[in-house]
């Protein structure tokens, strides 16, 4: 996710050049034509090209408004996240009573532990990169389930099954009376509620018609405008049509991003930095003191 006020117009453009490139020949073609070869005939109406350009910023608009709802309820539902872990932190903590000091302060570190590996997995989830869980992980769950996490097609569920199980445990040998389990695994359906709401966003892209058809007249306003300014503008036709296609090649760049926030891009909801924010408030809750540093923003960019 950028954070700081303002882009680097290299960066911008490094993603846009091609585009940019294409504006610019089609300029130069026009200009060309008109002047170099004095084809009159190739000059349109400027108002032609101002139905097209009006149906493309309705389209914008409206892929634009989508995407960054998208992009929204994702930075959302890892702000409830990051409410619900410390939910489940406090009641973990202070629900359970009547095993030892020990037992019950093995229980606590376990369960939050492995209630971090559910975040950290439900990130490698989103991001396809459940091939790393191992040296992900291994510092929070026991040795002896880290093989069955790797093999399963789904990592955040099945860390969420074993805690349902470890609670029942605890329900079990007493530590829990059954209305505080009640309400701790309210919570824990809550925690999967926000992975269902972020495998939703994930797995159910924009409308391909939002994405094709504003490409589509993008590129062909960029064609007609052009020859709609030649007649004024000649050779420094480019200089005026390139800004405006620029403008609408931004905004139709910015809805493509935005409409996937777990691709681990630079506009991206920032997972690693809030993994590493519940990772600190749990291993803070357990009364740990040597706690990892937060995750500092790349160059601007919160990852």
């Known amino acids: ?37 004095g084809l009159q005939s190739v000059a349109i109406p400027i108002a032609a090209a101002g139905p097209l350009g009006a149906a493309l910023a309705i389209f914008l608009a409206f892929r634009n408004s989508s995407a960054y709802d998208r992009w929204w309820e994702a930075r959302k539902l890892w702000g409830k996240l990051i409410n619900e872990s410390r939910n489940i932190a406090r009641q973990v903590t202070t629900f359970t009573t009547g095993g030892s000091d020990d037992e019950l302060a093995e229980f606590h570190r376990e369960f939050l532990y492995r209630h971090i590996a559910f975040v950290h997995g439900l990130r490698l989830h989103l991001r396809q990169q459940t091939s790393r869980c191992s040296d992900t992980l291994e510092a929070f769950v026991p040795k002896s389930e880290l093989a069955a996490y790797q093999s399963s097609k789904n990592l955040p569920g099945a860390i969420a099954q074993r805690q349902g199980e470890r609670l029942r445990d605890a329900h079990g040998k007493g530590w829990i009376d059954d209305f505080r389990h009640m309400q701790m695994d309210n919570t824990m359906s809550s925690l999967l509620h926000i992975q269902g709401g972020c495998e939703r966003i994930k797995n159910t892209p924009l409308p391909r018609q939002y994405d094709y058809f504003p490409q589509v007249f993008l590129y062909v306003y960029a064609l007609f405008l052009p020859f709609g300014l030649v007649e004024s503008f000649g050779w420094f036709t480019a200089l005026i049509s390139l800004p405006i296609s620029f403008v609408f090649l931004v905004l139709q760049s910015a809805g493509r991003v935005n409409e996937d926030p777990f691709e681990n891009r630079w506009t991206d ?10 990772e600190i408030n749990l291993r803070e809750t357990l009364g740990e003191l040597e706690l990892p540093p937060p995750i500092e923003p790349v160059d601007g960019v919160a990852y």
């Open 1 to 37: 996710m950028i954070i700081r006020r303002y882009l680097k117009i290299w960066s911008v453009l490094r993603y846009t050049w091609r585009s940019n490139l294409y504006f610019v020949v089609v300029a130069f073609v026009a200009a060309l034509l008109y002047r170099g070869f």
């Open 269 to 278: 909801t920032p997972m690693s930095t809030l993994s590493r924010t519940i």
